[in-house]
């Protein structure tokens, strides 16, 4: 009788949790726990409670007691993905190991495997563990993934080809904001622009693709729209001393240094010490006494 009031306890907090309800989660998990000590799957659902607030030693301990009861390939992978937050590494991919060795085909442990190489800067590894999992299924995530990778090795081309060959959905501005930065970099400004522009109609608040456009104008010598884009930037963010900064800049790289000190003047109000903005503020100074 315990074990199925625990089963029922245990449900309900996993729709609390589900629902970002999670004390009440925990205080159903601890109901479900007290009716039944031995039970994997309530110790899991705590391992993911205290993961998801952040106590990742807590959830390490809750993920190794449900493997020890049962030995279930998730249980190992959530493990992993929470020694990976403590930053230990080696153990985080032992449990991926492990996991693959219970199913080979774990999806889970490959993801955990491919973003361990990624921050490790194993790319080679990465690229290995991408491709297993687009062989395995054609998840358009995967090509976006291994993309990454590619743009970190300065591969533009194969970055390309992993994101041509995936059907952008709307909504997508992540995939559209790659294509743009790789076509950047092989000098196709024309078509960068054009990605970064959908990206924007995905996402029209999102200053790090606008800056992008904005780069990429100022790249082409359309200084005029590549200010718009910085100045649309500072209505969104009227604090933003960087993008302040790189409008001076282009100001100063037009002449017009009045203009370009009025905003490292303003830039430098909100962060005083912004050595960017001191170096200019003085390059300006000297230039408009010469």
């Known amino acids: 009788m315990d074990k199925e009031k625990a089963i029922e306890k245990n449900n309900q907090g996993a729709t609390c ?6 004390d009440k989660a925990l205080a159903y998990y601890q109901e479900a726990i007290d009716l039944d000590p031995s039970n994997p799957s309530i110790l899991n659902n705590l391992g993911l409670y205290f993961h998801q607030q952040q106590e990742y030693a807590i959830a390490v301990d809750y993920f190794k007691k449900a493997h020890a009861l049962v030995q279930k390939p998730h249980f190992l992978v959530n493990q992993g993905n929470a020694l990976a937050m403590l930053e230990k590494f080696q153990e985080a991919d032992r449990c991926y190991e492990q996991a693959l060795v219970l199913d080979p085909t774990h999806k889970g442990a490959r993801i955990g495997q491919a973003q361990l190489a990624m921050h490790a800067g194993d790319y080679q590894r990465a690229i290995r563990c991408w491709k297993k999992l687009q062989q395995e299924d054609a998840e358009s995530g995967y090509a ?3 993309a990454k990778v590619y743009m970190k090795l300065e591969s533009w081309e194969k970055a390309l080809n992993q994101l041509h060959g995936i059907q952008i959905e709307d909504g997508d501005a992540l995939a559209w904001r790659m294509i743009g930065q790789c076509e950047y970099q092989l000098k196709n400004f024309g078509l960068a622009v054009k990605a970064f522009k959908m990206a924007l109609a995905e996402n029209p608040e999102q200053v790090g693709i606008r800056q992008h456009l904005a780069v990429t104008y100022l790249a082409m010598g359309r200084s005029e729209e590549g200010i718009y884009q910085l100045e649309v930037i500072l209505r969104l963010e009227p604090t933003n001393y960087q993008i302040m900064t790189e409008l001076a800049v ?41």
């Not at 949790?17 to 999670?22: A, D, E, G, K, P």
């Not at 005083?272 to 003085?282: Q, V």
Request: aromatic share 12%; proline share 2%.
């Open 250 to 290: 282009v100001f100063l790289s037009k002449g017009e240094r009045a203009k370009a000190i009025a905003w490292l003047e303003k830039a430098l109000s909100i962060q005083p010490d912004f050595l960017k903005a001191i170096r200019y503020k003085k390059l300006a100074e000297t230039a408009q006494q010469s």
């Open 144 to 146: 976006v993934e291994l």
């Open 17 to 22: 949790f589900l629902n970002s309800q999670y």
